[in-house]
């Protein structure tokens, strides 16, 4: 009877315990990966939700003013990415910036006609019928205010999210297999203040 040669399977047993460490080590980082991703998309939900308030609150400020602002701040929304017919939850994340800057364009349309018209330029909504001109003026300003600060802070934890994703793709040894397995990077989204630019004379509206 031959005896157990221990010799002839150590490096069998070898290559065996390496490829398990492998297959262990790939699981490891791609489960990762998948919670970092995932974290990720789930932040960008947020700024899908801003945008899209933006946007209502960007209709509503303009059915509050004259007929030909409301005219300007629709040709300004529909030159966007939503002309396409998609939702903003499906646009990407350029056509997104795109999308939010008009919403300030059409911002700065709806203040830069209430300062140049004078208080009476404005009407009151339907269901406000006592609302003054100036007291319109300033909820449309403490609105748009409210809103670019959820944005901004959705913004903030997107990017921080995403930041966090696309490092660990990059940093190695899970650069090997991010890319092999489908783990793109995702891309920060960029605010820009338009409003900034233009100052506006708003005084008598708010006194």
């Known amino acids: 009877m031959n005896s157990f040669d221990f010799a002839s399977w150590v490096p069998i047993l070898a290559i065996a315990l390496v490829i398990i460490l492998f297959v262990g080590w790939g699981i490891s980082v791609y489960n990762r990966l998948v919670k970092s991703r995932n974290a990720s998309k789930e932040a960008l939900q947020g700024i899908d939700v801003a945008l899209e308030m933006r946007f209502d609150q960007i209709k509503a400020q303009a059915d509050a003013v004259s007929g030909i602002v409301k005219k300007e701040v629709d040709v300004i929304l529909g030159a966007t990415a939503l002309r396409t017919g998609r939702t903003i939850e499906q646009l990407n994340m350029q ?13 700065q349309q709806i203040l830069a006609k209430a300062s140049a018209a004078g208080p009476g330029a404005l009407v009151s909504r339907e269901d406000y019928p006592t609302m003054r001109g100036h007291d319109n003026v300033e909820i449309m300003q403490r609105t748009i205010n409210e809103v670019e600060e959820r ?27 991010a890319r092999p397995l489908g783990f793109s990077g ?13 100052a506006y004379d708003l005084k008598g509206y708010l006194d």
């Open 151 to 177: 944005l901004q802070a959705a913004r903030r934890v997107y990017n921080r999210a995403a930041t966090k994703y696309n490092t660990s793709r990059e940093t190695f040894p899970a650069v090997l297999i």
């Open 186 to 198: 995702h891309e920060l989204f960029e605010l820009t203040d338009r409003r900034k630019e233009t």
């Open 95 to 107: 056509e997104k910036t795109e999308l939010n800057g008009a919403m300030e364009d059409a911002e």
